[in-house]
């Protein structure tokens, strides 16, 4: 039997698209192929743009109250087809059913804090600024907004956008990844069951054809990408260009620092989640270790031997602890990121390659692996996305911060300590959007910025909390006169 081809969701019906070329999509603890994806012609987006551009002119007019009606409903269907979901997300993804468990839960507060919209929509007024002159703020729709996601979380990252995008009045045209588009498929069917009017939020698949044509499209007025920094620019430069509003997250080397007076424990479990979590696939992932001074040596036998302890397998296994890479390509490229470590002088205290999962040989698998390495060799790379921890030392916090603060990323870093001091310079001096004080990955809750510095975001609205509201709407001033009467009566 041939794989399934997946269709698109164009104009409020699942159709079969234009398209010259399909993609495998794999399971990678097994690598068989489960279905086939559609690279669709960026002429797709013509009728996509114009059905989504009559539903939202109709959606506009609807009451904030009502269009948090559907979000409440579409909370409830998620909640029904939790474990489904996170099956599909662990089968097409490869983390842990745990993991898939746990992003789908950060996916669902998205939907909650949008649930707030009729709150976080207000705008503001002054009665009175001058004589008989009154001053207002509104925030009305941006009108149609498309979202391009990455492979790493297959329903949280679609969530980030969907709920605030619609809930504010818009439409939006999801282009998931190429590597996981069957969790985005099932989005949008549960939120088709919703009621929601059916052009309002429509799926293309697609590659950087479809996303370039997306950025120079007259019809779409936003844009968000969450993916590698090269992503990321190339779309913010291009949608820039042609006008639009912007934002896109971008890679990431995020480093955990451990202080001597850390509680040990604490900082070696979550330097290990924070790792070898999801296969290191996370933008949030702890890449370097930086242990300070004498923290060196504990930390270090220790993080080793809680490495060489994770449980590697398929996610679907309930005793499994880490999942494989997402592709062979990823597989050989994080054991090249490793073969260049050591060139450039790191030592393997743990080395993950070339070790294979009984019953799933063919998978894309790596193992968690522990570089002690040099400040130049760690720093000089670029995002290694996969298992693999980079240990430095530093003498002092100083020489911790000036470390991170010399990347070109700007992500997330965090501390472990029980110094007060110590933990607020911290706060205050390291040059990232995201702060982790005794929290290995200190990945914002959804009422609050997906924030990012440096090559890791490219815009000023971050996706989710008040950002994602500012992002989707466009303010309107407006003044008013209504002149009193001669005599100060009021005509
Ligand atoms: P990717 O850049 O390969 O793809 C992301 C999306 O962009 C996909 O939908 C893809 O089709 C599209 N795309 C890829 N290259 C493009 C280009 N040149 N022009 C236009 N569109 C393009 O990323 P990925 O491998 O799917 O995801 C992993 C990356 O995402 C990592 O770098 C990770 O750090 C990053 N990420 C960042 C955040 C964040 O919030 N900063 C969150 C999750 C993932």
């Not at 012609?41 to 009559?54: C, G, K, N």
């Not at 839960?105 to 705008?123: F, K, Y």
């Not at 815009?459 to 500012?470: F, K, P, S």
Request: charged share 20%.
């Amino acid at each position: 039997m041939p794989p399934v081809r997946l269709p698109n969701f164009v104009g409020g019906t699942w159709r079969r698209p234009q398209a010259e070329a399909w993609l495998p999509v794999f399971n990678p603890a097994t690598a068989e192929v489960l279905a086939e994806v559609p690279l669709s012609a960026a002429a797709e987006l013509d009728e996509a743009v114009a059905s989504a551009t009559a539903a939202q002119a109709a959606w506009r007019d609807v009451p904030v109250t009502e269009r948090v009606g559907y979000l409440f409903r579409y909370f409830r269907l998620l909640e029904e087809h939790y474990e489904e979901l996170a099956r599909t997300i662990t089968r097409e993804c490869g983390k842990t059913l745990a993991e898939a468990r746990g992003e789908l839960r950060r996916g669902l507060e998205s939907v909650q804090a949008a649930c707030a919209l009729p709150l976080l929509l207000q705008g503001y007024s002054n009665e009175q600024l001058a004589y008989d002159l009154d001053e207002h703020l509104f925030r009305q729709p941006l009108g149609v907004a498309a979202a391009v996601t990455p492979f790493n979380f297959p329903a949280m990252i679609p969530l980030w956008f969907l709920p605030y995008a619609v809930g504010c009045g818009n439409a939006l045209l999801l282009k998931p990844s190429e590597r996981v588009p069957h969790t985005a498929v099932r989005l949008v069917e549960l939120l088709a069951e919703t009621g929601l009017p059916r052009a309002l939020v429509q799926l293309l698949h697609g590659g950087q054809e479809l996303v370039h044509a997306m950025c120079d499209h007259p019809g779409i007025h936003g844009i968000s990408l969450v993916g590698s920094t090269q992503a990321a620019r190339a779309v913010y430069q291009r949608a820039a260009a042609a006008g639009k509003r912007v934002q896109c997250q971008g890679g990431a080397r995020n480093a955990l620092v451990v202080m001597p007076d850390a509680d040990l424990d604490g900082a070696v479990q979550a330097a290990a989640d924070g790792a070898f979590g999801c296969a290191g696939q996370r933008c949030l992932a702890t890449s370097l270790a930086i242990a300070v001074d004498q923290a060196r040596h504990r930390f270090i036998p220790a993080i080793q031997a809680v490495a060489a302890s994770r449980r590697v397998g398929n996610g679907l296994d309930p005793q499994v602890e880490m999942g494989p890479l997402i592709t062979q390509e990823s597989q050989a490229r994080v054991v090249r990121f490793v073969a260049e470590a050591e060139n450039a002088g790191a030592k393997p205290l743990l080395d993950g390659r070339g070790r294979r999962v009984p019953g799933y040989e063919q998978g894309f698998f790596v193992f968690p692996t522990v570089l002690a390495a040099t400040a130049d060799a760690a720093l000089a790379h670029a995002e290694v996305f996969g298992p693999v921890l980079s240990l430095l030392e530093a003498r002092n916090l100083d020489e911790a911060l000036s470390l991170i603060n010399s990347g070109r990323y700007g992500n997330m870093a965090c501390l472990f300590t029980r110094d007060g001091a110590a933990a607020r310079r911290f706060r205050y001096e390291a040059q990232v959007g995201n702060v982790g004080i005794n929290v290995g990955v200190a990945a914002p809750m959804a009422w609050y910025p997906f924030s990012g510095w440096k090559e890791s975001f490219f815009g000023d609205l971050h996706a989710q909390g008040r950002h994602a509201v500012e992002f989707y709407t466009q303010t309107k001033v407006v003044m008013e006169r209504w002149p009193r009467g001669r005599g100060g009566s009021v005509s």
